[in-house]
């Protein structure tokens, strides 16, 4: 999995250089807020680290196609690439199903403990849109800023607690 991963992450660098960014300094404007929601979600055994895992994972990768929608074509490609599953969220899947099936009581701490990881993403993501961060190398390659209302970040202003509609698979959408 880490292999993997850090291939991703090359290719993304790569693109990065590729279109004139230094990668690094692209991706300062995120630093606190994933490190707040690390500081925020430390997981205090090996099932809440699966279950983070899996539930950070899947915020990412629909964020992630959000973003690879207002992208150029070339950069679009790739991080929908990047996404393709893997197969990885199968293990911790198949980890937390024995644990719950070896002691049910198990399923309602790890519920909890999902919904705390959503609403804790959930903060980080408004602090980040709070602070205007716009990707600017972005773009000059065909990204288009979005405003930072609530709107755009996927609630309608009748409805302040709604989520994106790729984040009811979990059953976290209001």
Known sequence: ???????????????LTEIGAEPTQAMEPFVAA???????TA?????????????GDSIASDFYREV?????????????AVL?????????????????DAEPR?????????????GEA???????VATGT?????????????STSRRSAGCSRGSPRRTPSGWRRWGFAA
């Open 1 to 15: 999995m880490a292999s993997a991963e850090f291939h991703h992450f090359e290719q993304l660098r790569d693109r």
């Open 34 to 40: 994933l490190d707040g929601f690390h500081k925020q």
């Open 43 to 55: 997981p205090s055994d090996w099932l809440e680290g699966l279950v983070k895992a899996y539930v």
């Open 68 to 80: 690879a929608a207002r992208l150029d074509k070339d950069s679009r490609l790739l991080v929908l």
């Open 84 to 100: 393709d599953d893997t197969g990885h969220a199968s293990f911790a899947v198949e980890k937390v199903r024995a644990a719950i």
């Open 106 to 118: 198990v399923g309602g701490r790890l519920a909890l403990w999902a919904r705390r990881l959503m």
């Open 122 to 128: 959930l903060s980080q993501s408004q602090r980040v």
């Open 134 to 146: 716009r990707c600017r190398r972005c773009s000059s390659v065909g990204w288009r800023t979005a």
